[in-house]
């Protein structure tokens, strides 16, 4: 029999029972679950972990999270947006408690990664709870050593319904703290005064976002699928190289 391995297949990834050390809840529909896990292999900055719940009468249910915590942090943080009439997201932001198990399966993931050591400018671009592998990069950024951060910029572009609905919002209202010029986009309710865009993310806000073509940024695209398509398609448009523009799609509608 041929030994995979020698191959060069990866190896198969077991499951690995977590315990819930924290939670917090980053908006009315979002939660972060901060997870303790023996023998973490330790991840990559845009990785993702699948989540498998199993019923009494063994029934199971598999999805994948994203990793929001960088690779420096002791411990793996997931946030999950609640989909009403979903059948894992409602367990996981409401049910599940300080002290649980839960099994998680990972990291999983090479190509919607980035290390600061491959460089930049970094373009990251989110819908929703698409912010959250890029929230590990930006995490990932603000860790890293001054030499290594000094030649490259970050700019994120952030799509939500509302302010209150942005996830991580004191994280990325504390620019220092992430270190990255953050525009936000509020697709149905902004608040009086508000100064940012109210708008769905269109070519003419990529344009003044983002960088250039020619300065050739590399660009991460994570949300709901129609944003992502829609948003890929027009920095193809705009002159992107499409290798330069990397994409996450986390589910069938906005
Ligand atoms: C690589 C990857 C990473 C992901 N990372 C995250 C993450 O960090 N945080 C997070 O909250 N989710 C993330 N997701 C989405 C997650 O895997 C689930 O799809 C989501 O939590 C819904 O699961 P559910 O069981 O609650 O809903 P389901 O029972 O699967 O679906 C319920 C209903 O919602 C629709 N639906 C399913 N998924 C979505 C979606 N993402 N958006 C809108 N409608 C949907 C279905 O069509 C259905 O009508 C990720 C997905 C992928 C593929």
């Not at 819930?20 to 529909?29: D, I, L, P, S, W």
């Amino acid at each position: 029999m041929t030994d995979l391995r020698a191959v060069g297949a990866p190896p198969r990834l077991e499951w690995l029972v977590s315990t819930v050390a924290k939670v917090h809840n980053e908006t009315r529909r979002a939660r972060t679950l901060v997870l303790d896990v023996p023998l973490w292999p330790g991840h990559r900055a845009g990785q993702h972990v699948d989540v498998r719940l199993v019923a009494e009468d063994g029934y199971q249910a598999q999805r994948s999270y994203s990793i929001a915590s960088p690779p420096e942090s002791p411990s793996l943080e997931l946030t999950v947006e609640r989909l009403d009439d979903g059948e894992v997201s409602p367990y996981l932001c409401d049910v599940l408690r300080v002290g649980d198990g839960l099994e998680i399966r990972g990291p999983i993931g090479g190509y919607f990664v980035w290390d600061v050591a491959q460089g930049g400018p970094l373009f990251l671009v989110a819908g929703g709870s698409g912010i959250v592998p890029l929230m590990a990069m930006m995490r990932h950024y603000a860790a890293a050593p001054n030499e290594l951060r000094a030649d490259v910029p970050v700019r994120l572009l952030y799509s939500a319904r509302t302010l209150d609905d942005v996830i991580y919002r004191d994280e990325l209202e504390m620019g220092s703290r992430v270190d990255a010029r953050v525009s936000l986009a509020l697709t149905r309710d902004a608040p009086a005064g508000w100064g940012g865009y109210r708008r769905r993310i269109d070519r003419a806000m990529l344009e003044e976002v983002g960088w250039p073509p020619n300065e050739s940024p590399r660009v991460f695209v994570c949300g709901p699928t129609p944003l992502v398509e829609s948003v890929a398609n027009l920095l193809v448009e705009i002159g992107h190289v499409p290798s330069r523009i990397r994409t996450e799609r986390f589910g069938p509608t906005g």
